[in-house]
């Protein structure tokens, strides 16, 4: 018998580790060639990982949420033969480094004797001598005191003090809990709660997380916010639903959204790019991979429509419904996942008056519908019933000028409120 070492393979694309999120064995399990072993989560999608041999299973490296590098020992596993371990050392994840003690000849100095200050006389009238204050007198504590016994709903007037001149202090506040007392305005009140739960940010929260904070933290974003009138389209939208044949599927606002940015775009070619700021080249793309920005049981995700441009209405709407699906049921591959070149995101009914998008880095711009309503407007001197949508969008002001982004936005609002328009070569 011998030892087969199974490391995290090398998934391409420069990934340099994963992150654990999900275990199928455990020690003493036998497992078959090509059986589930782990999966595991890089920037781009959730890996299966599986058995190259057949064996039993004698440990697992890493708890969930466990960063491992390329290379690094996932499962060790029982095998008839030689094995490789023979010839292949364990790699660790390494541990942090633990911080230098201070050199013995350089001791840190000691802070000086505070001597205690000793309490003022106590008067015969104190709120002491009574143990209770009236209810309208107002009684002395340090505002630190006061906001714990707020969040612990405990009036200070009840509290008997013996600090200088009756001050309730913080050892006053926990005698009185641990005392039990009550009082008329506690007894009224729900028991305060104190239980605090943790949740250990992992797997796809966690890559939202970092993803989000880098995008904050790297881009210069302005947003810019138009109202458009999108009565004509949902009429349009109305009546191309109603009389599509059994193959088609139904329509959304977001391709109609596609096919209007594929037409602006094509007049404001530096906001189809990518920007690559650590080597300061942008990427400009003659082809639209348009990202829906998704929602998922595991959190936000970017699917890909790829080559926006070469589609229908009919065939945006299949690739949209595709790759959402997919991404919501966890059986996207890495390139439905990957190389988005603009973002559309919408919360649907729930996208509010106006939202502000972060930009999906290294992208350079984000465009979000918000919700549709019906409003008053006047037109010609009458007032009259409209649809309403505000298209909110975000830009990297490092590559997108303020008048570039508006100029964009004005064309697409005109191709939304003229849908005629998106149509026309």
Known sequence: MGCYLFRLPDVGEGVAEAEVVRWHVKPGDPIKEDQSLVDVMTDKATVDMTSPVDGVVTAIHGDIGTMMPVGGVLVEIEVEGEGNAASDAVVAVPAPSPEPAPAASDPLPLPAPVEPIAPAPIPANSPVASQWRKADEAPLAAPATRQRAYAL????QFVPGTGPGGRVTPEDLDAFVAAGSTTPAVSSRQSPQQAVSETKIIGLRRKIAEKMQDAKRRIPHITYVEECDVTELEALRADLNAHRSGHQPKLTLLPFMMRALVRALADFPQVNARYDDDAGVLHTHAAVHVGIATQTPGGLMVPVVRNAEAL????????????????????????????????????????????????????VAIIGPNKIAERPVVQGGLVSVRKIMNLSSSFDHRIVDGYDAASFIQRLKRLIEHPALIFMD
């Open 153 to 156: 709903g405990i009036p200070l």
């Open 312 to 363: 229908d209405l009919w065939d945006s709407a299949r690739e949209v419904a595709r790759v959402s699906t997919a991404a919501r049921n966890g059986t996207a591959m890495r390139e439905d996942l990957s190389g988005s070149t603009i973002t559309i995101t919408s919360l649907g009914p729930l996208g509010g008056i106006t939202t502000t998008p972060v930009i999906n880095h290294p992208e």
